[in-house]
């Protein structure tokens, strides 16, 4: 089902989907960007690179207790 808004653009019928909107008379064409399953993946991707940083640092760290042992 779709809203109908006016066009920013030309003041004509604006059709507002669920993941974009357009208008039939200029042809003016909107994203929506909040969509709830992009910023889901977004915040999985997010995360995902925090764990990866944080087991570099974890790895980082045993080396270089490892070394110290070495010189002892
Ligand atoms: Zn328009």
Redesign the pocket.
């Known amino acids: 089902m779709a809203i109908r808004k006016r ?8 059709e507002v989907l669920r993941t974009f909107s357009h ?6 064409f909107e994203d929506y960007w909040s969509d709830p399953e992009i910023e889901n993946l977004k915040a999985l991707r997010e995360a995902k690179e925090m764990i990866s940083y944080n087991e570099n640092e974890i790895n980082s760290k045993e080396e270089a207790e490892q070394d110290e042992k070495d010189c002892a």
């Open positions: 066009c920013p653009r030309c003041g004509g019928n604006l208008c039939s008379g200029c042809f003016y």
